[in-house]
T-cell receptor, first 114, second 117 residues
Framework: EAGVAQSPRYKIIEKRQSVAFWCNPI?????LYWYQQILGQGPKLLIQ????????DSQLPKDRFSAERLKGVDSTLKIQPAKLEDSAVYLC????????????FGQGTRLTVV | GDSVTQMEGPVTLSEEAFLTINCTYT??????LFWYVQYPGEGLQLLLK?????DKGSNKGFEATYRKETTSFHLEKGSVQVSDSAVYFC????????????????FGQGTILTVHP
């Protein structure tokens, strides 16, 4: 079974630039999550999708972050404009359903904002 | 809101030593509890979980027991190996008043474990 795929693995941008991350969840998984992991901290949920609808985006900085999951499969997370404090690893995870919390994680995208 | 607190790290042990990583949580209701592990260069992997009080999760020689009275879920292993060197995260899920999980995980800050031969 293929795991959660994310790209790119690494990205370096200047502040005020924009960046996008892509995630392909495990086939058949209805729930998709984006987490932000700042160095030395645990992952923090940014947004949770159930199919192509948003379940929880309460911790997403909506003035600069956006995410979509068209057709309920792949997802993209965008930051525009980026700030220095956005430097982190962005993790995508998926699970069968919102009530099943055995989430499978991708390897993440490491973003450095300079 | 929900929170998870892990013991201060990093932890450095010799091979075959006993391991304990403490984890306590605060949550509304009775969440499921998890330990995730992140090996160097890899993504987070579920190590073990427990879904109700007094449940014991176990995998690869690691164990953790869901203690509702102390709101704890400490990770233990009787004899660590060099290959156990990784970052370990304790996590809880959010549940509503009816006990249904939201799916959202709240993580501790992680504990770096290094095991020397």
């Amino acid at each position: 079974e293929a795991g959660v795929a994310q790209s790119p693995r690494y990205k370096i941008i200047e502040k005020r630039q924009s960046v996008a991350f892509w995630c392909n969840p495990i086939s058949g998984h209805a729930t998709l999550y984006w987490y932000q992991q700042i160095l030395g901290q645990g992952p923090k949920l940014l947004i949770q999708f159930q199919n192509n609808g948003v379940v929880d985006d309460s911790q997403l900085p909506k003035d600069r972050f956006s995410a979509e999951r068209l057709k309920g499969v792949d997802s993209t997370l965008k930051i525009q404009p980026a700030k220095l404090e956005d430097s982190a690893v962005y993790l995508c995870a998926s699970s069968w359903d919102v009530g099943n919390t055995e989430a499978f994680f991708g390897q993440g995208t490491r973003l450095t904002v300079v | 809101g929900d929170s998870v607190t892990q013991m201060e790290g990093p932890v450095t042990l010799s091979e075959e030593a006993f391991l304990t990583i403490n984890c306590t949580y605060t949550a509304t209701g009775y969440p499921s509890l998890f330990w995730y592990v992140q090996y160097p260069g890899e993504g987070l992997q579920l190590l073990l979980k427990a879904t109700k009080a007094d449940d014991k999760g176990s995998n690869k020689g690691f164990e953790a027991t869901y203690r509702k009275e102390t709101t704890s879920f400490h990770l233990e292993k009787g004899s660590v190996q060099v290959s156990d060197s990784a970052v370990y995260f304790c996590a809880s899920d959010g549940v509503n008043a009816g006990g249904t999980s939201y799916g959202k995980l709240t993580f501790g800050q992680g504990t770096i474990l290094t095991v020397h031969p």
